[in-house]
């Protein structure tokens, strides 16, 4: 009896927190959704809300439902609040710092779960290290740093310049964040399963004027089940997360999905010629692919996913790769 008054009297107490931290945070939300609202341009009301209806139609025309991957429809200027899909009725809605449109949102906690790569992630301590000494622990492997590595993978995307690019599992955002600095997107959308990570994330941007006033989207979605419409994205980036995912080739797939005719995917990883005799047991334990063992594996994964014009480049373990959706895949009915 005890233990349930002070159960609900907590919840009372994190409604109310919630509540009041919200009704401040409302400019704030403001800004961060800056690609969904209004600029803050002085051209009066009407162009306000033009501009922001512009803004929504880019956005909606991407955003799909992830359980049945039809359009998700926007109110207002509302979005960042509650989005709900025109076909199934689910409702998906926002925190007012990232956008949570996985299938867990809508259930409880307990089937939130994931293999153990996800999972790990979504540790609050991890997502503060990450950018605060985890991450800079890769060089080990070859990875040459973030700045380096967007770069090349800038090269990779040459054809997404001025375009929608996705940063999947972007973490605390190290890619996201230059990506949108570097102003050759359009649209920069990061994407990670974690919440802690999203979190964080969140907190670089309130720490970086210049990123408070740039165009961009967080949302929270699985890479099994990504969250966009068909054949709408210019190129998917995902930095050092392919080996995390549980499922490399549901991934890819679903990449490959989204991404327009000609659309490129870059992504990095580690290839240990070393580690083959223990790849199995490394799969069963981190429940994902974890390591590969040589660079065939990864470039068959993507040629069985629908992608070609395999590239990439090699420094010790690491490995940054590029493959492009041929503009035959869905346009030729025969091939369905
Ligand atoms: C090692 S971090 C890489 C982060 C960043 N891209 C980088 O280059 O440093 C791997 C990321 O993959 C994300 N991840 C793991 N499983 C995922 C899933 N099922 N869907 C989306 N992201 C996932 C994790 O949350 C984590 O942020």
Redesign the pocket.
């Known amino acids: 009896m005890a233990n349930a008054l002070s159960f609900s009297s907590s919840v009372s107490v994190s409604v109310l927190f919630t509540y009041l931290r919200m009704r401040p945070c409302r400019k704030r939300i403001r800004r961060m959704y800056r690609p969904l609202l209004a600029s803050s341009t002085p051209s009066g009301e009407l162009e306000k809300i033009k501009d922001m209806e512009a803004r929504n139609d880019t956005i909606a025309s991407l955003l799909a439902c992830p359980i049945c991957f039809k359009p998700l429809e926007l109110s207002d200027w509302t979005i960042y609040k509650k989005l709900k899909c025109q076909s199934c009725g689910k409702v998906y809605v926002s925190n007012g710092r990232y956008l949570d449109l996985t299938f867990s949102s809508l259930t409880d906690e307990s089937e939130a779960f ?1 293999r153990p ?2 999972e790990l ?1 979504r540790n609050p301590a991890i997502s503060f290290f990450y950018e605060r000494g985890y ?1 800079q622990g890769f060089q080990i492997s070859g990875y040459p740093g973030p700045d380096e590595e967007l770069k090349l993978a800038n090269k990779y995307m040459e054809t997404a310049v001025g375009g929608t690019v996705i940063d999947l ?3 605390t955002g ?2 996201t964040r230059r990506m949108i600095k570097c102003g050759l997107y359009k649209s920069v959308i990061g994407l ?3 919440e802690t ?1 999203l979190e964080q994330f969140h907190s670089f941007i309130q720490e970086d004027q210049s990123l408070k006033e740039q165009d961009f989207l967080l949302v929270r979605a ?3 089940r990504l969250p966009f419409a068909t054949e709408t994205i210019d190129a998917v980036h995902a ?3 392919i080996h ?3 499922s490399a080739a549901n991934g890819v797939a679903e990449v490959c999905r989204v991404l327009k005719p000609d659309g490129v995917f870059i992504a990095s990883t580690q290839v240990v010629e070393a580690l083959r005799p223990f790849r199995q047991v490394l799969r069963i334990a981190y429940g994902a692919a974890g390591v590969w063992t040589e660079e065939a594996e990864l470039r068959k994964l993507c040629e069985n996913c629908g992608l070609s014009n395999w590239s990439s480049t090699r420094n010790s373990a690491f490995i940054m790769f590029s493959a492009q959706k041929p503009r035959t895949i869905l346009s030729e009915p025969d091939k369905m």
């Open positions: 994931m790569s996800t992630f991450r599992s972007c973490a190290i890619f990670d399963y974690s990570m699985d890479v099994g930095g050092a997360a995390c995912w549980p």
